[in-house]
């Protein structure tokens, strides 16, 4: 890890299973990069201490990933498709613009509200309720995904 630091001209980016073990790595290559001077630019708003507790929960996100026959027939699944859970890290040599939170989990879409738990920049966890009173947020909020910043950027500007 000391090296992949000392080597980046740019960033680095780890990837690691979406398990509490996985995400232990995360961790300690987060301290590590952290110390060699590198700037955390993702999951994380921040570059101070994850707010998470050793041993209660991680910090890990999922993407959709097409499954062959063969990986199908292998592990005995039906679905065209696997959701793989991953905890991951990207840090950089240069202080990246950070998002105000991240979503950390996948938001619970309730009638007329949106229930957002969120890593934010001020080291804490949070959770956010948006509800339909908040108009343009709450559609956001219905579109968000697991690992989205939060709140979205505006669009920008037609040219």
Do not use: N
Request: glycine letters at 6%; aromatic letters at 6%; proline letters at 9%.
């Amino acid at each position: 890890m000391d090296a992949a630091a000392a080597a980046a001209t740019g960033a680095v980016v780890i990837v690691e299973p979406g398990t509490p073990d996985g995400y232990a790595r995360i961790i300690e290559a987060r301290d590590r990069l952290i110390a060699a001077g590198l700037h955390i630019a993702a999951p994380c708003p921040h570059s101070a201490a994850c707010p998470i507790e050793p041993g209660t929960d991680w910090c890990h996100f999922s993407a959709r990933v097409s499954r062959s026959s063969l990986h199908r027939q292998v592990k005995g699944g039906s679905l065209a498709y696997e959701d793989e859970k991953f905890s991951y890290l990207a840090a950089t040599r240069f202080p990246p613009e950070p998002a105000a939170a991240r979503v950390i989990r996948r938001p619970q879409i309730r009638k007329g509200q949106v229930l957002l738990e969120l890593c934010t920049a001020q080291e804490q966890l949070r959770r956010e309720t948006v509800s339909k009173r908040h108009g343009t947020l709450y559609r956001a909020a219905r579109d968000a995904e697991w690992g989205d910043s939060w709140p979205p950027h505006p669009a920008e500007p037609a040219s």
